[in-house]
Nanobody, 125 residues
Framework: QVQLVESGGGSVQAGGSLRLSCAAS????????MGWFRQAPGKEREYVAA????????NYIDSVKGRFTISKDNAKNTVYLQMNSLKVEDTAVYYC??????????????????WGQGTQVTVSS
């Protein structure tokens, strides 16, 4: 079965960096969009970034542009989220997701078929 396993979360001070990994298995993801979402306590799950697995195109929410980078390693079937210049407001559980590239809106949670279990990122001041 399909599995998405996130890792790399942790606690850092503001201005620090973390790299999240999402190891995908169970099927071929070449026709999929891979997304990263986050959910802070008491808030809805929020889109952060996405990458088209086949062509590598990327997209980000405005609040992380220039600080976060989404990338993939085809050989390892892994998607990464490099997070630099972290801010306290980046604190959340971060989730990896996979959705078939049907042309829908990949910024919505309903686009995605598979989700990881989440990894906690805590940024302190």
């Amino acid at each position: 079965q399909v599995q998405l396993v996130e890792s790399g979360g942790g606690s850092v001070q503001a201005g620090g960096s973390l790299r999240l990994s999402c190891a995908a298995s169970g099927r071929t993801f070449s026709s999929y969009v891979m997304g990263w979402f986050r959910q802070a306590p008491g808030k809805e799950r929020e889109y952060v970034a996405a990458i088209n697995w086949s062509v590598g195109g990327t997209n980000y929410i405005d609040s992380v542009k220039g600080r976060f980078t989404i990338s993939k390693d085809n050989a390892k079937n892994t998607v990464y989220l490099q997070m630099n210049s972290l801010k306290v407001e980046d604190t959340a559980v971060y989730y990896c997701a996979a959705g078939r590239n049907t042309g829908g809106n990949y910024k919505y949670t309903g686009f995605y078929d598979y989700w990881g279990q989440g990894t906690q990122v805590t940024v302190s001041s």
